[in-house]
């Protein structure tokens, strides 16, 4: 507990090289606090090798809580934090498949379109019904137009290829016909 | 040869959409898929205008917009920013960062030809 305390409190430190020896090592613990003191320093932390190191640490810790208090940072200002969180959610992959299905839910389309990206681009078991999900069901054309490429991509079947055909019934969009266009032909239609 | 746009994005099918508006309408096209692609290419060739999504996984369009515009040779390329994000904080993130201007996505083709024709001075802003 007192070496847990010590390297929170170095995650404060003026000298960057202690802040980044910290957050290596708080990727050997898995309490809540240190999640919580990682999450914050990805946040805030002004380093991005510091940033990084925080990364790394909440993979390696990677339990759902890790997934729940990461998911809070896709609604940063910085986009960096934001890509940043979106890259843990992807490694984390099935373990935060709770956390992101509800992302995909989220009222914000931004929060929505990284979801689609973390899905997409992530290690998730069935990520092609998931994406079909939004395609068939998200009122947003950027977030549909982001999970009609990702299937394009990792999709192929006949529910999938019928998802696309929807999409042309439910938006008239010049760039979504053109991605639901470019997403059958990769699936060799 | 027609101005040179430099389409910085991660998703191949939205670089894909641009080149073939823009090459239809005598521009040439070269792409980047992240931040770190698009300053070396930035660095090596001479563009007339810069397109960039910002959320990128490796390298945000704010990353990119930041070290064109701390470069002497590139600051005065253009840059169009076209992102989903749409908040008010996102697009003073983008305009501080250096761009000339913010657009959300998605984006019909006769719009995205008059950013293009307006920032690489084919046609005037009023024309």
């Known amino acids: 507990m007192e070496e847990l305390s010590r390297l929170i409190e170095l995650l404060n430190s003026e000298d960057e090289m202690e802040r980044l020896h910290a957050a290596e ?9 240190a999640i919580l003191s990682l999450v914050s320093c990805l946040e805030k932390d002004e380093s991005r090798v510091v940033q990084e190191a925080c990364v790394a640490s909440l993979c390696r810790i990677g339990t759902e809580e890790v997934a729940e208090e990461v998911a809070k940072l896709l609604r940063s200002s910085d986009p960096y ?4 969180a979106s890259e843990v959610l992807q490694l984390l992959g099935d373990r935060a498949r709770h956390v992101v299905e509800l992302l995909l839910r ?33 009122p947003d054309a950027n977030v549909v137009a982001s ?23 439910r938006f008239s969009d010049p760039f979504l016909e053109y991605a639901v266009e470019t997403a059958l032909r990769k699936m060799g239609e | ?63 990119f917009l930041r070290e064109v515009r701390s470069n002497p040779e590139l600051v005065a390329v253009p840059a169009a920013v076209i992102s989903t994000e749409s908040e008010e904080k996102d697009v003073e993130l983008s305009l501080s960062a250096g761009a000339n201007v913010h657009f959300i996505k998605p984006l019909k083709p006769e ?12 046609v005037a802003a009023d024309g």
Request: proline share 1%.
């Open chain 1, 25 to 33: 090592e708080l990727g050997d613990h898995t309490s809540s606090e």
């Open chain 1, 81 to 84: 934090v934001r890509n940043a």
């Open chain 1, 106 to 138: 989220d009222p914000d389309p931004d929060v929505r379109t990284l979801a689609v990206r973390v899905v997409g681009e992530g290690q998730f078991s069935n990520a092609s019904a998931l994406l079909r999900s939004v395609v068939l069901n998200d």
């Open chain 1, 147 to 169: 999970a009609v490429e990702y299937l394009g991509e990792i999709g192929g079947s006949s529910e999938d290829r019928d998802a696309l055909h929807e999409v042309r019934a």
């Open chain 2, 1 to 63: 040869m027609g101005k040179k746009v430099l389409v910085i994005d991660d998703s191949s099918t939205v670089r894909s959409y641009y080149r073939k508006i823009l090459e239809a309408n005598g521009f040439a096209v070269a792409e980047a898929i992240n931040a770190y692609e698009g300053i070396e290419k930035a660095l090596e060739e001479e563009f007339d205008l810069y397109l960039v999504d910002i959320n990128m996984t490796k390298g945000t369009g704010i990353d």
């Open chain 2, 111 to 122: 719009t995205l030809l008059e950013i293009c024709r307006i920032l690489t001075g084919e």
